[in-house]
């Protein structure tokens, strides 16, 4: 008899790809064989996730033919459903490549429903077990005084429990009188169970009532098999008694077809203004990003004892970057799922950009948005959550652990799905949640509905979407495409010239390049951003230009590179003037010093009543020694007006302004697990097919075999350069062909494989394993060599 493995043995590799991918759970890790692949799929938590990606339709097929087993194909189950036979046989179609039917049934043309799937529905369609499955757990005697009330006497000869079962069905097999002689109120309580679900709580539900006996609504139905008792306040309504008072009908309404998706009241917008709107946010969204890392590189947030950001940190970003703290809290989650900020340290630790942030500015605007995009489409957290209490009533903080959302991603991409199905033109909230909630029934209520109300407005913000209606570039990066050459044609250009003003204003008509603006943003302070962006030099700026290690020619030779016009008189004047008092006064630890070339400045700041609180007292003619540390009495010094610099041990000057500081994220962050949701590239799906197929084929033949067919080159395992291996495999991934490789376990042993390799990222090969018959990945620092193989496996 076959199985439901033998039915995937028999599955063309077409079909097997089809069903990885539509449940890439089923690989993680890649199954030894088919018969694993098998069970894997029949686990409870693989079905119910198979399950979750059902449309309503779909899944109200998959229950009709739980509830209708002898169902006499699919025109028996369209009648039930009110739809075509074209529509139900698309729906088994879609079933059967999720692998959740298999078969020919009893050769009626209706399929088997996969294992596990009935134990994942016990309710099918809302009904109850039938007749014989829900009295199965009653007594011998229970069963005759049951059957008994309802005949009228009492069966004749002995009648074993399988007997009883088979008449009380048949009695209940049209229950209409049975329900019109338990009354009126018997009846609204049959109401309130026959569209699911058909399981109540009761006071008393075990113990025995005869019809006559009876005095409550539910004994009455008891005492007439109307509804049975599972345990003493339990009690289910059989299913023929349901189908019955639904009128035959299984479902209440069961659309074959989705909601229509209605437009937003107002003019639909052209096409230019939605894709200049979405581009100027994702330029916003790529710029805030990178202020509020560079703020944090030099002054970095600590993390809480309970993980995650401080409500004040939150806000003090929020301010600096003058949007709202929702918006603040999605950066900052979308900076830490892109890679571009972590924890340093497990205690005490602080929030730092990664390694990773500093090649991320050396990118173009186009292929930042990119990244921070990425990250937010398969990120789990929900940023909107930020802010909230939880269950306990504990605060919700930006980047802890309780802002994730197992469901976020799927619900995240099913939102932005259903907008680029649309077409061009924005869609209806309320229409967006009615056509998910008919795509994914099993994934609604509230959380789901607050999770697309943050999608919608995140999209948004980030510049996926322009005016409700997702940009061409953001189509491109759905549909896996690069969405880099879409979104570079609405990108302002970076400039490298500025306008400089003779009130001491510069003018960026534009994003700067990227060294231009870090240089800036040290001599000058913003005053105001947006079309333009406005910066203003002051004494203060031209300072912390100069406490930074530039020199006077250094700050005056960028602004006149990078300057359109000649640099005006004032400016020059102040950047000469802060210079030549700049470094005029050196400042040591004794707990401190003051020390100049010129003793008449000195006796000018004992002098000064302001100098009081700096504890002075005069060591020599050109020093001052002082009770405070080094930085309270630079700060005093420079409240008084003058401009002294950190002096070293040695003489030389101290830069203050702090070193941009970096955190490596931990190591399980450079790992990629795959999420239940996650798209699985079609390289990874063929190579776990062909390492299933060889598994079946080890299986039954002996590993040994398998490694033989591998055609294995004898001698020792090839060797060569770093660079040069990395080379290779990717030369090889490229062009689909077999290598052989030299292999360092971690006892050190030396070992060949021949390995068709499918991709080469984050320090691994992952590829097929034609020696071991299976899907592997490598460690790169492990292999000690490549050498190409034909490109024609072995037979």
């Not at 004892?305 to 929020?318: F, I, T």
């Amino acid at each position: 008899m076959e199985t439901y493995a033998d039915w995937l043995r028999a599955r063309g590799d077409d079909e097997l790809r089809a069903l990885l991918s539509a449940r890439p759970e089923l690989l993680a890790p890649v199954p030894a064989d088919l018969t694993a692949l098998a069970s894997r799929a029949a686990t409870p938590a693989a079905v119910s996730r198979a399950l979750d990606r059902l449309d309503r339709f779909t899944l109200a097929v998959l229950e009709a033919l739980l509830v209708l087993p002898a169902a006499d194909g699919p025109g028996t189950l369209a009648t039930a459903l009110d739809a075509t036979s074209a529509q139900v046989e698309d729906a088994l179609g879609t079933l059967q490549s999720y692998g959740l039917v298999w078969g020919n049934g009893n050769g009626n043309g209706t399929p088997n429903p996969a294992p596990g799937v009935r134990q994942a529905l016990p309710h099918p369609a809302g009904l109850g077990p039938p007749v014989q499955e829900v009295f199965a757990a009653y007594t011998r005697e229970r069963l005759t005084d049951l059957v008994t009330d309802l005949d009228g006497e009492p069966p004749r000869g002995f009648a074993d429990s399988a007997r009883l079962l088979r008449r009380l069905a048949e009695l209940l097999s049209a229950p209409g009188p049975l329900i019109d002689d338990a009354g009126e109120d018997a009846l609204a309580a049959l109401d309130h169970l026959a569209w699911g679900p058909p399981v109540g709580r009761v006071a008393d539900a075990r113990r025995p009532v005869r019809v006559d006996s009876a005095a409550t609504p539910i004994e009455r139905l008891l005492a007439r098999g109307l509804l049975a008792a599972e345990d003493d306040r339990t009690v289910t309504l059989p299913r023929e008694v349901a189908l019955h008072l639904r009128g035959g009908r299984l479902f209440r309404d069961v659309a074959a077809e989705p909601p229509p998706l209605t437009p937003p009241p107002g003019d639909p917008r052209g096409a230019d203004v939605v894709v200049r709107a979405a581009a100027g946010e994702a330029f916003n969204a790529v710029r805030l990003v990178e202020e509020l890392l560079e703020r944090w590189g030099l002054e970095p947030p600590p993390v809480l004892r309970s993980g995650g950001l401080a409500v004040r940190d939150l806000r003090a970003a929020a301010v600096l970057l003058d949007v709202p703290e929702w918006k603040a809290a999605l950066l900052v989650e979308v900076a830490y799922a892109a890679g571009l900020l972590t924890r340093s340290g497990d205690l005490d630790g602080e929030w730092l950009p990664t390694p990773a942030y500093d090649l991320w500015l050396m990118r173009d605007t186009a292929g930042r948005w990119t990244e921070l995009a990425r990250g937010w489409l398969k990120s789990d957290r929900a940023a909107g959550l930020a802010g909230e209490r939880d269950d306990r009533d504990r605060l919700i903080n930006a980047l802890s652990e309780a802002m994730v959302r197992s469901s976020a991603p799927s619900t995240r991409r099913a939102t932005l799905d259903v907008l680029v199905d649309a077409g061009r033109g924005a869609v209806g909230e309320d229409a967006l949640r009615e056509r998910l909630a008919w795509l994914r029934p099993r994934r609604g209520g509230r959380g789901r509905d607050r999770i697309i109300g943050w999608t919608l407005r995140e999209a948004a913000a980030l510049g996926l979407t322009g005016f409700g209606e997702p940009a061409p570039f953001a189509r491109d990066l759905l549909a896996g495409a690069d969405p880099e050459p879409a979104l570079e044609k609405h990108l302002p250009a970076p400039v490298s010239q500025i306008l400089i003003q003779a009130d001491l204003t510069a003018i960026a008509p534009g994003p700067l390049v990227t060294e231009l603006a870090r240089e800036l943003a040290l001599a000058a302070d913003v005053e105001s951003t947006g079309a333009a962006t406005v910066y203003r030099f002051t004494p203060e700026s031209i300072r912390r230009a100069l406490d930074a290690g530039r020199t006077a020619a250094d700050v005056t030779g960028l602004l006149t590179r990078h300057s359109a016009t000649p640099l005006p008189q004032p400016l020059t004047y102040l950047i000469d003037d802060v210079a030549r008092r700049h470094g005029h006064l050196r400042v040591g630890a004794l707990a401190s010093y003051v020390r100049t070339d010129s003793s008449a400045t000195l006796d000018e700041i004992l002098a000064d009543r302001r100098s009081d609180p700096l504890r002075l007292h005069r060591l020599a003619p050109t020093v001052l020694a002082s009770g405070l540390q080094r930085a309270d009495l630079l700060d005093g010094l420079r409240g008084m007006g003058l401009a002294p610099v950190a002096e070293s041990p040695g003489g030389g000057v101290i830069v203050t302004r702090p070193d941009a500081q970096r955190a490596d994220p931990p190591p399980t962050a450079e790992i990629v697990r795959l999420r239940p949701e996650e798209r699985t590239d079609a390289s990874m799906i063929s190579a776990a097919v062909r390492a299933l197929r060889a598994g079946d084929e080890a299986s039954r033949h002996g590993a040994e075999q398998a490694r033989l067919r591998a055609d294995a080159p004898s001698g020792e395992p090839p060797r060569s350069p770093a660079m040069a291996t990395v080379d290779r495999l990717r030369t090889a991934v490229d062009r689909g062909g077999r290598v052989w490789i030299g292999y360092l376990d971690q006892q050190g042993q030396a070992s060949s494989r021949i390995v068709e390799p499918v991709r080469v990222e984050g320090g691994f090969l992952t590829g097929y394993d034609a020696t071991r018959a299976a899907v592997h990945r490598f460690a790169l620092h492990r292999i000690t060599g490549v050498a190409e193989l034909s490109d024609d496996p072995a037979p």
